[in-house]
């Protein structure tokens, strides 16, 4: 059976720790797996995170960077994330269309219309099946992860506690998909509690399910 997995979060929340432990604990317990990441995995993604995260990359839009991220994520879905989904494949993908509603939306104050609208276009209307959100406060987060920043990790405070808010929001808004978890918990302790929902998850699906965007 498939199941699409998102982890979602602001930066230093240890989401890729996260989507690491689970897609191994997945493969150790015999499932066919995919880990996958946002912007980047695909030729074009690479290319696209190294402009996008570049510290000193000055004159870059809010919409330049919204159709950047969503060229990524065309690419992503179309050669990777829908092939694996199709073949039956459990999919843990660290970021995804969610990231955009929180950055470019909630934190850069683009329309939620035209965000809704574009992601629609470029997941080709996949929706993940469960977002683990991982919500901690912004200065400890960023504190965690140290001096070297990437262009985003130099935005406000103000910007990252809109992100935070808009995620918060977002869970709140849909309680069957979001599972949130509080990023300051040990990371073991986060990895049990995550894979005790996927687990039960896995054990409810019917073996048929699959996606078909
Ligand atoms: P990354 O190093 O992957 O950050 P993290 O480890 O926190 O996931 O960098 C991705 C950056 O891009 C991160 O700051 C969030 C941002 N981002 C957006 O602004 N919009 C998006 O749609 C996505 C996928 C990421």
Request: aromatic share 6%.
């Amino acid at each position: 059976m498939s199941l699409f997995i998102t982890l979602e979060g602001g930066e230093g929340c240890g989401k890729s720790t996260q989507a690491k432990l689970l897609s191994a604990r997945l493969s150790r317990s015999g499932y066919d797996t995919a880990l996958l990441y946002e912007p980047g995995v695909t030729p074009l993604g690479l290319e696209l995170r190294r402009c996008l995260k570049r510290a000193r990359h000055g004159g870059i839009t809010a919409e330049a960077e919204l159709m950047l991220f969503a060229a990524a994520r065309s690419e992503l879905t179309a050669t990777m994330l829908l092939p694996a989904l199709q073949r039956g494949a459990v999919v843990v993908c660290d970021r995804y269309a969610d990231s955009t509603i929180a950055y470019q939306g909630y934190g850069r104050g683009l329309p939620p219309t035209i965000i809704t609208t574009v992601n629609q276009l470029v997941t080709r209307g996949l929706r993940p099946d469960v977002t683990v959100l991982l919500d901690m406060e912004p200065i400890a987060a960023l504190q965690r992860k140290g001096p070297s920043r990437d262009r985003f990790e130099h935005e406000s405070i103000d910007f990252h506690q809109r992100v935070r808010d808009g995620y918060l929001e977002m869970a709140r808004s849909d309680p069957e998909r979001w599972l949130v978890f509080d990023a300051t918990r040990p990371a073991s302790i986060i990895a049990t509690a995550i894979w005790s929902h996927i687990s039960s998850l896995l054990g409810r699906a019917s073996p048929t399910a699959s996606h078909s965007a």
